[in-house]
């Protein structure tokens, strides 16, 4: 009997063994653009010639703030840019996605045609950092959009549409509900197959595209803090942390795939589609990168 239980014991500790070294690579991803970002922002003037070649002086010097650390990018480019951070302290004093959290509350709590909810599907809503997530049965990464229209489908509903409306109200109500409940991105990579879809993403995602010959990460990378007319690019650290936002582009709320939308047009590509797995891995990448830091949506973008 005890030579059994030392057995089990033994494959299971191998099994969690084996389990853990599947993020082994997505972990050396992570710590390394913590560092970077870190190292980037500790003295933006002082190391202009690394990292802000085209900056002047002054504006490095005032405009930038100094020594942040990693949970402070999840701000965006209001995180280091101080005019930026003063007008989104005063716009968050009376959001204007307060309605659209209840919208989503309304909608998670609303009946289905069969009398069930969406309680069904998610019984706690605190659950924004939780996705994207490999579903290693169906060998494909389900983003929360995804998640979502999986629930109304089970359900015998209408799938939504994944930019914007009832789906980005739903998903605020589970970003109010993960912020106020302190919880933090947690993303898991926890087979070979989600491994490499992590790895698509990250090709994805640093790959030039389009006929301007971007990638995501000439502006959310090495292009962040830089100046684009007169907006500072926005870090890859923390940008899942807080959709969906309210873009006053927009005039309302969107999702990250809305997002994720634009920006491949900016690149000179066509869109990817939402729900696509080009798409769901570049997501799933993203979130990656964002692992440990708090969950802090909505949140409000220009």
């Known amino acids: 009997m005890n030579v059994i239980k030392i057995t089990v014991a033994a494959l299971l500790m191998a099994s969690l063994a084996s389990a853990a070294s599947f993020n082994t690579q997505a972990e050396k991803d992570r710590k390394a653009l913590i560092a970077y970002m870190e190292k980037k922002f500790s003295d933006p003037a002082k ?23 990693r949970d402070a990018f999840r701000l965006g480019s209001y995180a280091y840019d101080k005019g930026g ?60 959009t995804l998640a979502i229209n999986e629930c109304l489908k089970a359900n015998g509903e209408k799938p939504w549409k994944m930019k914007k409306g009832k789906m980005a109200d739903l998903e605020a109500y589970f970003a109010s509900a993960s912020t106020e409940a302190g919880k933090k ?26 006929y301007l010959k971007l990638s995501c990460a000439t502006c959310h990378v090495q292009g962040t803090g830089k100046r684009v007319r007169n907006e500072y690019m926005s870090p890859l650290l923390g940008h899942t942390t807080h959709f969906p936002v309210y873009r006053l582009k927009w ?10 939308e634009g920006c491949n ?26 692992n440990e830091m708090p969950v802090d949506g909505p949140a409000i973008r220009k």
């Open 251 to 260: 005039q309302g709320l969107g999702t990250l795939e809305r997002r994720i």
């Open 85 to 144: 951070k003063s007008q989104y302290d005063e716009v968050m004093e009376m959001p204007p996605f307060e309605d659209n959290i209840d919208a989503g509350k309304a909608l998670y709590e609303k009946k289905f045609a069969n009398g069930k909810t969406f309680k069904s599907c998610f019984p706690d809503p605190a659950i924004a950092g939780e996705y994207p997530k490999f579903d290693d049965k169906k060998g494909t990464v389900v983003t929360l």
């Open 185 to 210: 991105v947690h993303i898991v990579i926890q087979s070979e197959a989600a491994a490499q879809a992590y790895e698509a993403g990250k090709k994805a995602y640093y790959s030039q595209r389009g």
């Open 265 to 290: 047009k900016d690149e000179g590509e066509k869109p990817h589609k939402p729900g696509s797995p080009w798409m769901s891995n570049v997501l799933y990448f993203m979130a990656y990168m964002s």
């Open 47 to 69: 190391n202009k010639g690394s990292f802000f070649p085209y900056s002047t002086n002054e504006e490095l010097s005032k405009r930038f703030t100094k020594g942040i650390k």
